[in-house]
């Protein structure tokens, strides 16, 4: 009897071991681990890639930091005509471009507005425009690179042009006709536009330049890419072809003045 209980006991503990030997499937951590670390890298490229178009950003900033504008003098459109001009003429036709400095009135030094240079430069406008009737022209004519920066420049000199008739003078929306028969109706005291439009109605007849007393370039002024209208080349040519469709003429013999804004 004693034998037989010992035996099932002996048999429970081999059932007992052989339960406790069985190997359980334990969780892989350390395949787990792996997966963290890899997770890691792609955000640490993130940061580069982030950190490198920053960088970029401030390489550009740098650039249009240092291209500032420099004021516009009348040697730079007197140089600007001889190297335009040096190949078509001789030296005795370069010469006869050449404008006295009494030509030229007083410079924009960039800290006007428009209202306050035209101010400077014809101080006694009112009275000037109350003794203009001649119809077909203007008295002050304001030339610059473009239509929309026509009619910002006719937004700003509010303060200067008081009940003064201002006539655009640009090809945008705007015929040809349309603006002959503007001159023709009325006497008109300012006129803003681009040489091209301008030149095109000398050329009609729609436009008479001898009563203009100020023809004002708008200098100093840049686009979106930093260009004055003289560094846009077709602005350029169109300016010196009005130039030689009688301003020269007109500012030699001292009856036209010319301003750089």
Request: charged share 35%; aromatic share 6%.
């Amino acid at each position: 009897m004693h034998g037989e209980a010992s035996d099932g006991e002996g048999g429970g503990d081999t059932e007992v071991m052989q339960q406790e030997t069985v190997p359980v499937p334990v969780p892989s951590e350390e395949t787990k681990q792996p997966k963290e670390c890899f997770l890691i890298q792609p955000k640490e490229r993130k940061e580069n890639t982030t950190k490198t178009r920053k960088r970029r950003k401030k390489k550009i900033t740098d650039v249009l930091a240092k291209s500032e504008p420099k004021p516009g003098l009348p040697e730079d459109l007197q140089k600007l005509m001889k190297d335009y001009y040096s190949s078509r003429r001789s030296v005795i036709e370069l010469e006869e471009l050449n404008l006295p400095d009494s030509c030229f009135l007083k410079a924009n030094d960039l800290t006007h507005s428009l209202s306050s240079y035209l101010k400077e430069i014809c101080p006694k406008w009112v009275k000037l425009r109350k003794n203009h009737s001649e119809k077909k022209s203007v008295l002050m004519l304001i030339v610059c690179s473009s239509a929309i920066r026509a009619l910002e420049l006719i937004r700003s000199m509010t303060a200067f042009r008081g009940d003064s008739k201002v006539i655009k003078l640009f090809a945008k929306h705007i015929k040809v006709q349309e603006q002959v028969k503007l001159l023709e109706k009325r006497v008109v005291h300012l006129g803003v536009g681009t040489p091209g439009r301008i030149k095109e109605l000398v050329k009609q007849g729609g436009f008479n330049l001898n009563p203009l007393k100020f023809l004002v370039f708008d200098w100093n002024w840049r686009d979106q890419k930093l260009r004055r209208m003289m560094d846009i080349p077709e602005i350029r040519k169109e300016v010196f072809e009005l130039l030689e469709m009688g301003v020269l003429s007109l500012c030699k013999s001292e009856s036209l003045k010319l301003g750089l804004f």
